[in-house]
């Protein structure tokens, strides 16, 4: 209901209507026919330019504005300006008069004409020329729907063009643009009308193709090219489950969606069955002998007091090795000196335990959200360990900065290449954390040229 498809359709033909009276001689009609003899180019092109986004670009905004100005002087040139029995005596006016000519000069008539004519002939071929680069720079899903129309169009602005031209030219010669023999004179008359009407035919198969899925699809898609609000966005995938193809495409990415999920709650489960065996392993028995020990204070303070201060010296270093154990299992789950300093010490930590040299860039400007600390250390953890453990590599590069879109990582070696994600190398799990943050991960690692990891991160 809010297309200005139909209203502008009906103007044009209003304006066809209205400049069909011309030739009938009746007062005051065809002084309006004549004023607005072809103005429906003017609806015709902002249709081709808009359908069916209804919206213009920068150049095709200035040059409709500039097309119409071109009809409006002409329309007021005509109205204004001439006079049949005064502007041209020489001619038979059989009873034509203009009942508005109140400015009735010939030398100021066929001036405006001239130049009027001539802007509209430039402006037609300019908008054709939109109107083809639109149609070659549009998606193949849209095509199937403007096509038609632009094609239609770019051959109604040739021909109007033509005609502002001829107009323009007879006027300022008196000889005819092109010398067509009479008897073809009607035949070039209803080919011209027959290019205008291709327009109006092309909406109505642009149309029907709009009722398809396709169709929908299509639309929503040039739509979307000029802006993308929340309801367009909606709109959109709404069109692109209907559409059976894309339909495919969305379950394939539904099931990498499953599969990365799944990969992510097996590493979580892994994890936890790891931390549970070192916590058993560890801590736990430490805890537990600890408990045993103290038991034994108990018992010794009531029979040997003497020996109750050896024994707390004892149990305290046990439990000065306990705390020492959960702060490394603690660095395995979290590392902490990323909570208390930052993003940018915790690298420099990693650099320095690596056995493979590191050089280190980082250029960050305060925190970020934890989230994204965590990854980015673990992405650069990662990358090191697989440097050290498989590359064969003599130094490795580090580069982080935050930038205004996000964080940027970049951890290069110069070793033998070839990183496989499928292979353990912990690099698939990294995409799983990265993408779950929206982020970008690209991995470029060719045999014999050692391994590029580019990582983005969102900061907000």
């Not at 109007?160 to 643009?177: I, K, N, Q, R, Y």
């Not at 879109?405 to 190398?425: E, H, K, M, N, T």
Request: proline share 5%.
């Amino acid at each position: 209901p809010t297309s200005r498809t139909g209203p502008l359709l009906i103007l044009s033909g209003a304006l066809w209507s209205l400049g069909s009276y011309g030739p009938t001689g009746i007062v005051p009609v065809w002084v309006l026919g004549f004023a607005f003899e072809r103005s429906y180019d003017v609806s015709l092109a902002l249709l081709a330019l808009t359908f069916p986004a209804d919206r213009l670009s920068r150049v095709g905004r200035v040059a409709m504005w500039a097309l119409a100005g071109s009809f409006l002087l002409r329309s007021t040139g005509r109205l204004l300006l001439q006079d049949p029995p005064r502007t041209y005596p020489e001619f038979p006016a059989d009873g034509l008069f203009n009942p508005f000519a109140i400015l009735e000069s010939r030398a100021a008539f066929e001036t405006v004409e001239v130049l009027a004519n001539a802007g509209i002939a430039v402006l037609a071929i300019a908008i054709a020329l939109i109107a083809a680069r639109r149609l070659l720079r549009s998606p193949s899903l849209t095509q199937a729907v403007i096509g038609p129309v632009l094609m239609g169009s770019v051959v109604a602005m040739l021909f109007a063009s033509f005609d502002a031209a001829e107009f323009a030219w007879t006027t300022a010669t008196g000889s005819p643009l092109i010398d067509v023999p009479e008897s073809l004179s009607g035949l070039v008359d209803w080919v011209i009308l027959a290019a205008r009407a291709t327009v109006p035919v092309a909406f109505l198969v642009g149309t029907l193709h709009i009722r398809s899925a396709g169709g929908a699809l299509a639309t929503m898609a040039s739509r979307l090219e000029r802006e993308a609000s929340p309801a367009d966005v909606d709109d959109a995938l709404a069109a692109y489950i209907e559409n059976d193809q894309l339909a495919t495409l969305l379950r394939n990415q539904l099931a990498e969606l499953r599969a990365s999920r799944a990969r992510i709650v097996a590493a979580g489960d892994a994890e936890r069955r790891r931390i549970e065996r070192a916590l058993h392993d560890g801590a736990q028995q430490h805890l537990t002998g600890i408990a045993v020990r103290l038991d034994d204070v108990r018992r010794t303070a009531v029979t040997n007091p003497a020996k109750v201060a050896e024994q707390l010296a004892e149990i305290a270093a046990e439990l000065r090795d306990a705390m020492h154990e959960m702060r490394e299992l603690a660095r395995g789950i979290h590392p902490a000196i990323l909570t208390e300093a930052g993003l940018g010490p915790a690298l420099a930590t990693l650099a320095r335990r690596s056995t493979v040299p590191v050089d280190l860039s980082v250029n960050l400007d305060g925190r970020m959200p934890l989230p994204t600390e965590v990854t980015a250390y673990y992405v650069v953890a990662e990358a090191l360990t697989n440097v050290a453990r498989s590359a064969r590599a003599n130094r490795a590069e580090v580069a982080v900065e935050r930038r205004d879109d996000g964080l940027f990582i970049r951890v290069v070696d110069d070793g033998i290449g070839g990183a496989d994600p499928l292979a353990g190398s912990g690099i698939e799990g990294l995409r799983d954390r990265v993408r779950a943050l929206n982020g970008r991960f690209l991995l470029d690692s060719p045999a014999g040229r050692g391994t590029n990891l580019e990582v983005w991160l969102p900061c907000e």
